[in-house]
C-alpha cells in the first residue's frame, strides 16, 4: 500500500518538469499583487522581464486596467478559492496581446515560511482567439458601411447603460431620425453617391453629441441616438436634448461635395424624453415623433405627445 502511495505521488522534479512544459506564464501573488516568483516559458509575453517583476506590485508593472482586473480577480479568488476567464489586454516586446488570466489561492504547506495568503496566477495567450471574437463581434454588431453601431447593439449592454442612469433619476433621450428625401439623391446621382451621403452623415452625427451618447444605422437613411444621464429635472433635460437637436441640423444642414456634386440634406428628428421606459418603447415612440417633425416647415423636430410651438418652453 505505501509503495502505491508513493508511485501515485509525482516527485518535485517530475512536477517541476511538468511546469516547465506548460505554455502559461506562472506567478506566485500575494493579495496586494506582488510577485515572488515566477515560472516563463515565452518571456517575449512579457510585460517587462522576469527579474524586474520580482517584489514589484501588477499596479507597478501594468497598465491601470489590466492591473484593476487582476486585482478583482485576486480579491474573488481570496473569497472564492478560484478566479477563471479574466481578460487582459497588454503591451509586449512582440506587440499588443490578449491574456486570460486565472488564479487558485494557494494552499498553505509546513515548508511555507510566509503567513500571507499567496495565489497562483496563469496568464494564457489567447490574442488569436480574442482577435477572432472581437471581429465576428465587430460585424455582428456594426454597420459596415458608416461603421457605426447597428440596431441590434441595443441589446448589447446599451440596456444596462440606460437602467444605470435611470436608478440615479437622470433622463435619457432618444431621437429617432430620418433623411428627407433621400431617395431622390440616389435615383438622380446613384447608390455610390448616396453611400457616400450616409457616411458624411453619420460622421456629423457623431461630432454633434456627447463622447457617451450612442449613434446607431438604424437602417436605409434612418438613425437612431441613444442620450443617457441628463438632467434629473425635465425643464433642463429638455432643453439640453433641443440644443443637440439644433446643432445636429446646423451641421447636418451644411452642403456635401461628391465627385463634383453639390447635395444638400434635410433632416427630420422625433424625440422621446423619459426617465422610466424601456429602450423598444422610447424608440417607438421617437419614431411616431419624427412623422410629426416631417410634417413641419420650420421646426425640424418634435417631442413625442408634445406639440411643436411647445417644445423648448
Given at each position: 500500500m505505501a509503495r502505491t502511495q508513493a508511485l501515485a505521488q509525482p516527485s518535485y522534479e517530475e512536477l517541476a518538469s511538468t511546469l516547465s512544459?506548460?505554455?502559461?506564464?506562472?506567478?506566485?501573488?500575494?493579495?496586494?499583487?506582488?510577485?515572488?516568483?515566477?515560472?516563463?516559458?515565452?518571456?517575449?509575453?512579457?510585460?517587462?522581464?522576469?527579474?524586474?517583476?520580482?517584489?514589484?506590485?501588477?499596479?507597478?508593472?501594468?497598465?491601470?486596467?489590466?492591473?484593476?482586473?487582476?486585482?478583482?480577480?485576486?480579491?474573488?479568488?481570496?473569497?472564492?478559492?478560484?478566479?477563471?476567464?479574466?481578460?487582459?489586454?497588454?503591451?509586449?516586446?512582440?506587440?499588443?496581446?490578449?491574456?486570460?488570466?486565472?488564479?487558485?489561492?494557494?494552499?498553505?504547506?509546513?515548508?511555507?515560511?510566509?503567513?500571507?495568503?499567496?495565489?497562483?496566477?496563469?496568464?494564457?495567450?489567447?490574442?488569436?482567439?480574442?482577435?477572432?471574437?472581437?471581429?465576428?463581434e465587430k460585424l455582428a454588431y456594426h454597420d459596415q458601411l458608416t461603421e457605426l453601431p447597428n440596431r441590434h447593439v441595443l441589446q448589447h449592454g446599451l440596456?444596462?447603460?440606460?437602467?444605470?442612469?435611470?436608478?440615479?433619476?437622470s433622463y435619457s433621450a432618444i431621437l429617432f431620425l430620418d433623411l428627407d428625401d433621400f431617395k431622390k439623391v440616389n435615383d438622380l446621382h446613384g447608390h455610390h453617391v448616396g453611400d457616400q451621403l450616409l457616411k458624411a452623415v453619420a460622421q456629423r452625427l457623431c461630432a454633434s453629441v456627447r463622447q457617451d451618447d450612442v449613434v446607431i444605422r438604424w437602417g436605409g437613411d434612418e438613425f437612431v441616438i441613444l442620450i443617457t444621464h441628463l438632467s434629473p429635472q425635465q425643464p433642463q433635460a429638455e432643453s439640453h436634448v433641443v440644443g443637440i437637436c439644433q446643432q445636429i441640423i446646423n451641421k447636418v444642414d451644411k452642403p456635401y461635395l461628391f465627385e463634383g456634386n453639390k447635395l444638400s440634406c434635410r433632416i427630420s428628428i422625433g424625440v422621446s424624453l423619459f426617465n422610466n421606459l424601456d429602450i423598444e418603447t422610447g424608440i417607438q415612440q421617437a419614431d411616431s415623433a419624427m412623422y410629426q417633425a416631417k410634417q413641419s416647415d420650420s421646426v425640424r423636430y418634435a417631442f413625442y405627445n408634445k406639440p411643436i410651438k411647445d417644445v423648448g418652453t
Open positions: 512544459a506548460m505554455p502559461d506564464l506562472m506567478f506566485e501573488l500575494d493579495e496586494e499583487g506582488r510577485h515572488w516568483d515566477a515560472r516563463i516559458l515565452r518571456p517575449e509575453l512579457l510585460v517587462a522581464p522576469a527579474e524586474q517583476l520580482i517584489g514589484h506590485t501588477v499596479t507597478e508593472v501594468m497598465p491601470e486596467q489590466a492591473a484593476k482586473i487582476v486585482m478583482q480577480a485576486l480579491q474573488e479568488a481570496k473569497v472564492n478559492g478560484y478566479s477563471h476567464g479574466s481578460h487582459i489586454h497588454l503591451s509586449t516586446p512582440v506587440g499588443e496581446r490578449w491574456f486570460e488570466v486565472s488564479i487558485a489561492r494557494k494552499v498553505m504547506t509546513a515548508s511555507d515560511h510566509h503567513a500571507e495568503t499567496r495565489f497562483i496566477v496563469l496568464s494564457r495567450d489567447i490574442n488569436d482567439r480574442k482577435l477572432e471574437y472581437l471581429e465576428a440596456t444596462e447603460q440606460l437602467r444605470v442612469g435611470q436608478q440615479l433619476g
